[in-house]
């Protein structure tokens, strides 16, 4: 059974920051990668799509990786903003399946 | 092109009343998927859709909740009778199926506001 870890769960820096969030699934047999945003209150907006065969995307300030070996992925996000605060999440879309497994995402607050 | 379309947003209801929401998939998504989000947590697949038929309803609970797709478009999911630990965001999703040639953006889900719901 896939498993999607997100760590750490919360996080608060300063404006202006490079940061790091992470992602690890215990099944690399995926399809690809999304990750999302979610603000409160706020359904989920689509950031990066990482396909299985991709080592990385990028849009904007936004970076992601995939390490399908390692079972890992990180969002790298540059320069970080208030407007950056949010709820991060990530899911894996399974081979042979088309649903997506979340982890239970990372709570962002970038303060000015 | 407009998005994924729920309603209603929010909704109150008793223990052991009956609630509907209802969803548009993007225009062209032949895949439909509804999610539970309970506070704090990642969302939980609770159905999928592939046209008007359903692919994946391993985790519905199904004595209680039930969806249709009846024309291949829009989606309705039922709950009858509520609990209190339904309390949740439920969101529509929608995608076009994989297609195994094209390398990008393939099998993005497009995600609706969701519609909250409280159960006291």
């Known amino acids: 059974k896939q498993e999607v870890t997100q760590i750490p769960a919360a996080l608060s820096v300063p404006e202006g920051e490079n940061l790091v969030l992470n992602c690890s699934f215990t099944d690399s047999a995926i399809y690809n990668l999304q990750w999302f945003r979610q603000d409160p209150g706020k359904g989920l907006t689509s950031l990066l799509l990482i396909q299985s065969s991709q080592r990385e995307q990028t849009s904007g300030r936004l970076n992601a990786s995939l390490d399908k070996s390692s079972g890992r992925s990180t969002l790298y996000i540059a320069a970080s903003q208030p407007g950056d605060s949010a709820t991060y999440l990530c899911a894996v879309r399974l081979k042979g399946a088309q649903k997506l497994v979340f982890g239970q995402g990372t709570r962002l607050t970038i303060n000015p | 092109e407009a998005g994924v379309a729920q309603s209603p947003r929010y909704k109150i209801i008793e223990k052991r009343q009956s609630v509907a929401f209802w969803c548009n998939p993007i225009?062209?998504?032949?895949?439909l998927y509804w999610y539970q989000q309970i506070l704090g947590q990642g969302p939980k697949l609770l159905i999928q859709f592939q046209n008007n038929g359903v692919v994946d309803d391993s985790q519905l609970p199904k004595d209680r909740f039930s969806a249709e797709r009846l024309k291949g478009v829009d989606s309705t999911l039922k709950i009858q009778p509520a609990k209190l630990e339904d309390s949740a965001v439920y969101l529509c999703?929608?995608?076009?199926?994989?297609?195994?040639?094209?390398?990008?953006?393939?099998?993005?889900?497009?995600f609706g506001e969701g519609s909250r719901l409280t159960v006291l």
């Open positions: 225009s062209g998504h032949a895949t």
């Open positions: 999703a929608s995608s076009f199926p994989p297609a195994r040639d094209r390398e990008s953006r393939t099998g993005e889900l497009f």
